[in-house]
């Protein structure tokens, strides 16, 4: 971005340097056709006018556009804080229900009055297969939020609707 603005400095100021050597060129009366009628003015500054007009206008055009996008990435910014509160949400609840789940299954355990080798097993198995279902759950998430960052920031930009 910082080469594109001296870029456009240097050309800014060379074109006034040019303007500022040719000026008696620029500013010489000479015959002017509108269509309807002819008028005698300085033609030089007459075009460096309606230059400076059209500059203008893509100057507006280009904020214009800038603004829309960055808009747009505001809004999507806040749909993807929405949805990772709702997967953090959804991901709570599976939680709550794991532990729902094993509460039920330790009462059933108490009940069965198993050996304390064979439960502490068990429990073993259930806490490896907890830890991969935490760690794998994890994984999507941050592979969802990845390649919606991806998306964000891609030259293009997303799509619009």
């Known amino acids: 971005m910082?080469?594109?603005?001296i870029l456009v400095a240097v050309a800014l100021l060379l074109t006034l340097?040019?303007?500022l050597l040719n000026w008696n060129a620029?500013?010489?009366?000479?015959?002017?056709?509108?269509?309807?009628?002819?008028?005698?003015?300085?033609?030089?500054?007459?075009?460096?006018?309606?230059?400076s007009v059209v500059v203008a206008l893509f100057v507006l055009l280009l904020l214009w556009l800038q603004a829309g996008t960055l808009l747009e990435s505001r809004r999507?910014?806040?749909?993807l804080a929405a949805q990772r509160?709702?997967?953090d949400k959804a991901e709570a609840s599976r939680f709550t229900e794991l532990r729902q789940m094993l509460e039920?299954?330790?009462?059933a355990l108490k009940g069965t009055?198993?050996?304390?080798?064979e439960l502490l097993e068990r429990m073993n198995r259930m806490e490896t297969a907890l830890r991969q279902d935490i760690h794998d759950s994890g994984n999507s998430l941050s592979a969802y939020i990845g390649e919606l960052g991806e998306r964000l920031e891609q030259p293009g930009g997303p799509a619009r609707t």
Request: net charge negative.
């Open 2 to 5: 910082r080469a594109q603005i």
């Open 17 to 19: 340097l040019f303007t």
């Open 26 to 51: 620029l500013s010489a009366p000479a015959p002017i056709n509108l269509l309807v009628t002819e008028v005698q003015g300085p033609l030089g500054v007459v075009m460096l006018g309606l230059g």
């Open 76 to 79: 999507q910014s806040r749909e």
């Open 85 to 87: 509160e709702l997967a």
């Open 104 to 107: 039920g299954q330790f009462a």
């Open 113 to 117: 009055h198993a050996q304390p080798g």
